[in-house]
């Protein structure tokens, strides 16, 4: 599987700048890939001030990320706010080639920046089956909490989509590469950089991690797109010959 990853600087809560922003940067791609993927809050930045850009699930950037994945022929996924039933949400969508989706709301909420005042927390992990993979997606926070996270279901892919500050960038990067050793999947982890209003620093270290902790991209500290390609055949072998998986414990999830 050939997928994109889009490390971006993002215009403050501007939607319609950030569309065009990135659609460049798709219409730029010179080579078929089978999944492109955006940072969290990729239309407008990680504001917590989600009365002023919030969309619904017929907004603009939804159905531009639609339109996108048909004329591409290939997924497209990120978070952006998305307000259901009276609540908002920091919200992954999955866009399939067809036009089709499957949602992903962030269960941890960071309570630092208060996103657990304005957000309303998911509940319910998602797994996607696309293309003989099975991908799981969660944004930023949820990579400190590997039990959420943890490889019950087999899944290949572990994706992370983020604005995760440069004060902080080592824990991502320590953490990107556990999260692919103990459940022995690839992992991505697409970051933002630039400035953002609350004047965090982002310094990007995009990358992809294989099972075995080793990088299949290193940290990309600059903006730009980023197009690697994941072997399963590999990965399978791996877990035949090594069979860490068959001896994690079993636990029950509680909300």
């Not at 990853?5 to 939607?15: F, R, V």
């Not at 995009?206 to 055949?233: A, C, H, R, T």
Request: hydrophobic share 40%; proline share 4%.
């Amino acid at each position: 599987m050939k997928i994109a990853l889009i490390q971006s600087s993002l215009i403050w809560e501007n939607p319609q700048a950030n569309r065009n922003h990135f659609e460049e940067k798709i219409n730029a791609l010179t080579e078929k890939v089978d999944l492109i993927v955006l940072p969290e809050m990729f239309s407008t930045g990680f504001t917590m001030n989600p009365k002023a850009v919030f969309e619904t699930m017929q907004g603009e950037t939804f159905l531009w990320m639609q339109s996108l994945a048909k004329a591409k022929n290939c997924a497209i996924t990120g978070s952006l706010v998305i307000k259901e039933n009276d609540n908002f949400y920091n919200r992954l969508v999955f866009v399939f080639p067809s036009g089709e989706i499957q949602i992903y709301d962030k269960r941890h909420l960071f309570t630092l920046a208060g996103e657990d005042k304005v957000y309303t927390a998911g509940e319910e992990k998602l797994i996607v089956e696309y293309n003989g993979w099975k991908i799981c997606p969660l944004v930023c926070y949820d990579l400190r909490f590997p039990v959420f996270a943890r490889n019950v279901e087999e899944y290949d892919v572990l994706l992370y989509v983020a604005n995760w500050p440069k004060v902080r960038i080592q824990a991502w990067d320590i953490l990107l590469k556990a999260r692919s050793v103990e459940n022995m999947c690839y992992t991505i982890g697409v970051n933002r950089v630039g400035l953002d209003n609350n004047n965090f620093e982002h310094d990007g270290h995009s990358q992809v991690v294989d099972f075995m902790g080793n990088y299949v991209l290193e940290p990309q500290e600059n903006e730009g797109v980023f197009v690697i390609e994941l072997n399963k055949e590999k990965l399978l072998e791996a877990r035949n010959r090594l069979g860490f998986l068959n001896d994690k414990d079993s636990f029950d999830l509680k909300p």
